[in-house]
């Protein structure tokens, strides 16, 4: 097999999917998918006669096992449009390919990203780095738009001012905001790619960027469905445990069986004193929570 062809994904490239207000995010084009995986994690040629129902499992097998090797085989490239304070947060993922709009060369277009009235919120009191879940009222939202769109507008004209003055470009762009849109054509093996989707589909995530992830996430169900399936399962719907917690599992599902095992006992016998956890209380609530919720903290 030379090549590997997916239909669902030839569907679907150069389609753009729209993200925020003028954002969107293109499949420009796609290297091999779950066949070009299985291929070559058994270093064969062709389809063989596995079923496909096999070939899922080997691709569980592997991504549940971290031999992510054959996973680096299937390469996605996109166009996407997105606001600068957007773009230097995804840069910090430096296992991808990048080529982005230069404003030393191209004058920079009057298009800027403004946060819809439920994305505005006060600092969060317990996330130092996030807002609230709770967002402003329909006034204030109203007035801080209002400010951020004549910032924006401000600066352009600013920028404007400074080429029509013969200032070269690449020093005429300093004027322009953190919410200009810019593009680029960003590459990333799906190693790498499942990789950033954990991270930046992550609640804790800055909420623009989870949504340039949640249209990411779906165009790569389309190049490989039984991967993305497995990292759904094993990782992005999946919690991990640090050894001290294992052991407070374990405690706790002993204390449990000794308990189940004296309710059976018409005469319980005096049992061992439970021993105490090694767990801090903070740990502890970490632990309640990672439980309750189901999300990696």
């Known amino acids: 097999m030379a090549h590997c062809i997916v239909p669902e994904a030839e569907a679907i490239l150069d389609k753009e999917f729209p993200v925020l207000d003028k954002g969107f995010v293109r499949l420009v084009d796609y290297l091999g998918g779950d066949h070009r995986i299985v291929q070559a994690a058994r270093v064969s040629y062709g389809e063989g006669t596995k079923s496909y129902r096999e070939d899922a499992a080997l691709i ?8 992510t090797s054959p ?14 304070f957007v773009a230097r947060q995804w840069i910090r993922h430096r296992t991808a390919r990048v ?3 230069s404003g ?9 990203f403004l946060p819809a009235p439920d994305a505005l919120a006060p600092q969060s009191k317990d996330n130092k780095q996030g807002r609230s879940d709770m967002p402003f009222d329909e006034q204030t939202a109203s007035k801080i738009q209002d400010i951020l769109k004549k910032g924006a507008h401000l600066s352009y004209e600013r920028y404007s001012e400074l080429i029509d003055l013969g200032l070269a470009r690449e020093v005429a762009r300093i004027a322009l905001p953190l919410s200009l849109y810019t593009e680029w054509y960003w ?9 950033f989707l954990m991270l930046r589909l992550d ?8 949504e340039y992830a949640k249209v990411i996430l779906e165009i790569t169900r389309k190049v490989a469905p039984a991967a993305t399936a497995s990292f759904e399962r094993h990782t992005l719907e999946a919690v991990r445990f640090s ?4 052991r407070e599992l374990r405690r706790r599902l002993k204390q449990a069986e000794a308990l189940g095992e004296a309710a ?13 956890s090694e767990l801090s209380k903070k740990e502890l609530e970490r632990l309640e929570e990672k439980l309750k919720t189901g999300r990696q903290l």
Request: proline fraction near 9%; glycine fraction near 4%; aromatic fraction near 10%.
């Open 71 to 84: 996973f680096e085989q299937v390469v996605l490239t996109f166009h996407v449009k997105l606001p600068i």
């Open 243 to 246: 050894g001290p917690e294992m």
């Open 99 to 101: 080529n982005e709009i």
């Open 187 to 195: 590459q990333m093996d799906l190693h790498n790619l499942f990789r």
């Open 104 to 112: 030393r060369y191209s004058i920079m277009r009057d298009e800027f």
């Open 60 to 67: 569980d097998y592997l991504w549940r096992h971290e031999h």
């Open 203 to 210: 609640p804790h995530a800055q909420r623009e960027i989870r």
């Open 264 to 276: 059976e006992c018409v005469e319980p016998g005096p049992g061992k004193e439970d021993q105490p």
